[in-house]
């Protein structure tokens, strides 16, 4: 059975990091671009970033650009996505993504992903 499970979520003050994981079951991600994913309540998902299966590009949306880094371990078959100096506006379910792109060196966190996670809740307040 395919399953991504996101972990690493909770409540963190203004500032703080997080390191959300991603690890993927019943497939193995070396072939596939993971994206991260976002949504706040009452607002639509965005996506947040994304990583290559080759090559380790890597995408950021632009309000995260410098505080936040994606990163892979196909060994252990997961992906991270570290979290610095977060923000009140960074609350929200995390969720992350897999799909296989024709060229493995791109990927773009749109919503056209194939395998998703179920999720998990950051919080960020005093």
């Known amino acids: 059975q395919v399953q991504l499970v996101e972990s690493g979520g909770g409540l963190v003050q203004p500032g703080g990091s997080l390191r959300l994981s991603c690890a993927a079951s019943?497939?193995?991600?070396?072939?596939?671009?993971i994206g991260w994913f976002r949504q706040a309540p009452g607002k639509e998902r965005e996506g947040v970033s994304c990583?290559?299966?080759?090559?380790?590009?890597?995408y950021y949306e632009y309000s995260v650009q410098g505080r936040f880094t994606i990163s892979r371990d196909n060994a252990k078959n997961t992906v991270y996505l570290q979290m610095n100096s977060l923000k009140p506006e960074d609350t929200a379910v995390y969720f992350c993504?897999?799909?296989?792109?024709?060229?493995?060196?791109?990927?773009?966190?749109?919503?056209?992903?194939?395998?998703w996670g179920h999720g998990t809740r950051v919080t960020v307040s005093s």
């Open positions: 993504a897999a799909r296989i792109y024709s060229d493995p060196r791109y990927c773009v966190p749109t919503s056209d992903y194939d395998y």
């Open positions: 019943g497939f193995t991600l070396d072939d596939y671009a």
């Open positions: 990583i290559s299966s080759s090559e380790g590009s890597t």
